[in-house]
T-cell receptor
Framework: AQKITQTQPGMFVQEKEAVTLDCTYD???????LFWYKQPSSGEMIFLIY??????QNATEGRYSLNFQKARKSANLVISASQLGDSAMYFC???????????FGAGTRLFVKA | SQTIHQWPATLVQPVGSPLSLECTVE??????LYWYRQAAGRGLQLLFY??????ISSEVPQNLSASRPQDRQFILSSKKLLLSDSGFYLC?????????????FGNGTRLTVT
């Protein structure tokens, strides 16, 4: 069965520093997609970045990059040069290719300090 | 560009009353549609998804139901609300491919059952 684990309930980072949010996953499928979403206090869910299981290079989108280690089944999100506006909940998610169901981790709350 | 509208933004309903939440998508055809629920401070739980008009798959049946009367309209309903139905409800859409398309969420409905 699919499972997403985010072991950091809360993280603090100084403004302008980089931070890594951890995500491990479990699946028996060889083909799947991994996603990260941001949820500010307003509640909306914002898609940040996607990594396919067969992608050989780590995905990057602006200040976001995904550190994908397939053998370890980890898909950590790296945010570079943190900004105050990055303070939010961050969710790791996965969907098996050929499926419709996206499952989410419990989330990590990130606090950026000035 | 594609947009998703979800309403109402907040709702306070007494136990035993009916519920109807509506979601519409613009700018795309034949989207996959989803209803998720988020308990306070928790991850997202998939309730229903739909790949076409009249096609509904239920993940957590309980006392909720969903309908898709039109291609880009998705409705979440209940005949009699329970206290445990309180939460943040999010509608989402994705392209009708499998695995790689991210979810795009509405702004959510915060439901309080009293």
């Amino acid at each position: 069965a699919q499972k997403i684990t985010q072991t950091q309930p809360g993280m603090f980072v100084q403004e302008k520093e980089a931070v890594t949010l951890d995500c491990t996953y479990d699946t028996s499928d060889q083909s799947y997609g991994l996603f990260w979403y941001k949820q500010p206090s307003s509640g909306e869910m914002i898609f940040l970045i996607y990594q396919g299981s067969y992608d050989e290079q780590n995905a990057t989108e602006g200040r976001y990059s995904l550190n994908f280690q397939k053998a370890r089944k980890s898909a950590n999100l790296v945010i570079s040069a943190s900004q105050l506006g990055d303070s939010a909940m961050y969710f790791c998610a996965m969907r098996e290719s050929g499926g419709f169901k996206t499952i989410f981790g419990a989330g990590t709350r990130l606090f950026v300090k000035a | 560009s594609q947009t998703i509208h979800q309403w109402p933004a907040t709702l306070v309903q007494p136990v035993g009353s009916p519920l109807s939440l509506e979601c519409t998508v613009e700018g795309t055809s034949n989207p996959n549609l989803y209803w998720y629920r988020q308990a306070a401070g928790r991850g997202l739980q998939l309730l229903f998804y739909s790949v076409g008009i009249g096609q509904i798959s239920s993940e957590v049946p309980q006392n909720l139901s969903a309908s898709r009367p039109q291609d880009r309209q998705f409705i979440l309903s209940s005949k009699k609300l329970l206290l445990s139905d309180s939460g943040f409800y999010l509608c989402a859409w994705s392209r009708p491919d499998r695995g790689t398309s991210p979810l795009h969420f509405g702004n959510g409905t915060r439901l309080t059952v009293t």
